[in-house]
């Protein structure tokens, strides 16, 4: 193998190479010194240059700025150069260091971190220390958080109930990396970017590490383990990207996090999700369950060995934790649940108060958390936030996929129940998933029979569609899907989109308002105070 006969050439040790096939080809993937990843990028992409099928459809990039696909020997020089640019030797003994004493580390262009959050240091690639002080590093508690739906809820509420507990807490999610309540850094931050810039602030005691999907495929996990993970659920989304193109393939992908796992550590998972269940068959780390229903078969099952649960039974959660019972709380109560309407949010709840238990989180701090998050809209922004503006009920949220939008639909239309209001829809999509999935969401919306929808596009999440182009696929489901031409409307502009929704409705009604670019948010939320304290 040419790739092989390179790596050779540039002197690495012969690695573990693994080529996934799949529907839209194939992807490539292998070891590389630690030190040298922007140049084993650069053979992975010069080696499917190489084979390429169509050269119309990757075109061979020019030397000298990347290797030369139809010439080995300038591609080898090429390469020399750019790894020994790269390579600091320095920086790989000291993380071989770190490994032999258990430590963990981190390694990018940022510099050289070893020990995590309070028991770290970070020093620049090119001043790196000839002495270290190990006795001064350690790790912290970290926790993974994946899923479909619900990661930044299940995050934010973990990281409460550490906070609770008197640990400082840093964790990162879709709206940035957070410290205690001070925000750090501000954007989508939820793959290994954000967990590294959590992990090398010295004031974390414990890091909740929000672990997209998109990250995982890219970039791998940002640890080599964690104390405890949590996968949430497993929906249709992002198929055709980076070789997933079923549930199947986005549950291996999220499972991933069970590698981070060791024996002394637990991977939380749904028993409602039947997916879940399957493939747990096949995992060898410490598992717990929760479900909607304390009485589900595994969850009755796990306890019979001595396994951690948490579910709802008559309106209660419950925790079982080493043989005991605990009581967290009535789910109506629970102000994140909407007197129980929102059982998506039952389901992180759950979820997330089994990995504080397991944590060694109090129970009764985890009940006092679940007793008060989400009273405030400061509590979980973004998420099932909540305005009565002259009689009108509104709620924004992330909503993302038909699943989230279904779960969202039925909370608004519990709502709807006992205003006999209207129901509004505020409906958009990012541009990289297909048309298949875009009318999908569309077949989402129309089954919760909206009275009024405005198709809106996703500024920042176009992604290579054109202006409008969404919002015309789902216009045109919409419409086959029962919905009238006269009950939609579309403004393109995510604010406008929103601002015209509030105008659209009447005492009593409901409107939904799935806003998803954080910048059009803060607008929007701005926007929305004001109308309140003018109504």
Not at 209 to 219: D, K, Q, V
Not at 447 to 463: E, I, Q, S, T, W
Request: charged share 20%; hydrophobic share 45%.
């Amino acid at each position: 193998m040419r790739v092989r006969a390179m790596m050779a050439a540039l002197g690495w040790p012969e690695r573990e190479f693994a080529v996934h096939r799949h529907r839209s080809g194939a992807s490539l993937a292998f070891a590389a010194p630690e030190d040298q990843l922007l140049t084993a990028t650069e053979i992975n992409e010069w080696a499917w240059q190489s084979i390429a099928a169509n050269a119309a459809d990757f075109p061979p990039p020019q030397a000298p700025g990347h290797p030369a696909s139809w010439d080995d020997d300038a591609a080898e020089r090429t390469l020399r150069l750019m790894a020994r640019g790269e390579a600091n030797p320095a920086a790989v003994a000291l993380m071989q260091s770190a490994a032999t004493q258990h430590l963990p580390f981190f390694f990018d262009d940022e510099g050289l971190t070893i020990g995590a959050g309070e028991g770290s240091l970070t020093w620049a690639n090119d001043a790196l220390p000839a002495d270290v002080p190990w006795r001064d590093l350690h790790d912290i508690p970290t926790v993974l958080v994946t899923g479909s739906n619900g990661k930044t809820t299940t995050v934010r509420l973990l990281s409460a109930m550490f906070e609770k507990a008197g640990r400082r807490s840093g964790f990162n999610c879709t709206d940035g990396v957070f410290v205690g309540n001070e925000c750090v850094a501000s954007g989508d931050y939820s793959g290994p970017n954000g967990a590294r810039r959590v992990l090398r602030d010295r004031r974390v005691q414990t890091a909740v590490l929000e672990t997209a999907r998109g990250g995982i495929l890219r970039r791998g996990l940002a640890v080599h383990r964690a104390d405890a993970a949590i996968v949430t659920n497993i929906s249709p989304d992002h198929f055709g990207e980076y070789g997933v193109h079923d549930l199947s393939d986005l549950a291996d992908a999220k499972l991933v996090l069970a590698r981070a796992i060791g024996d002394d550590g637990v991977l939380v998972l749904n028993a409602d999700d039947p997916l879940l269940l399957a493939k747990s068959s096949a995992l060898s780390c410490p598992l717990a369950w929760f479900s909607l229903d304390d009485a589900h078969p595994r969850l009755l099952a796990h306890r019979r060995e001595g396994g951690a649960t948490c579910g709802v039974a008559d309106g209660v959660m419950w925790l079982d934790l080493h043989g005991e019972r605990h009581r967290l709380g009535d789910v109506d109560a629970m102000p994140l649940t909407m007197a129980g309407s929102a059982r998506y949010n039952i389901a992180n709840i759950a979820g997330a108060a089994l990995v504080a238990a397991c944590m060694d989180i109090a129970t009764q701090t985890i009940a006092e958390v679940l007793a008060d998050f989400g009273a405030s809209r400061q509590d979980n922004p973004g998420r099932l936030e909540r305005w009565q503006i002259n009689g009108a009920s509104v709620l924004l949220d992330y909503a993302h996929n038909p699943e989230g939008l279904s779960g969202l639909l039925g909370v608004a239309r519990s709502v709807v129940a006992k205003t006999q209001g209207r129901l509004g829809l505020l409906l958009g999509q990012a541009g990289n998933r297909d048309d298949d999935a875009i009318r999908e969401l569309a077949r989402t919306a129309a089954a919760a029979r909206p009275d009024f929808v405005v198709l809106k596009d996703l500024d920042g999440y176009m992604r290579g569609r054109g202006i409008g182009e969404v919002p015309q696929i789902l216009r045109d489901a919409l419409l086959v899907n029962g919905m009238a031409d006269s009950n939609l409307r579309t403004i393109l502009p995510e604010v406008e989109a929103a601002q015209a929704m509030l105008a659209w409705a009447q005492p009593g009604d409901v409107v939904v308002l799935p806003v998803h670019n954080l910048a059009a948010r803060a607008v929007v939320v701005a926007w929305l105070d004001g109308q309140r304290a003018a109504s």
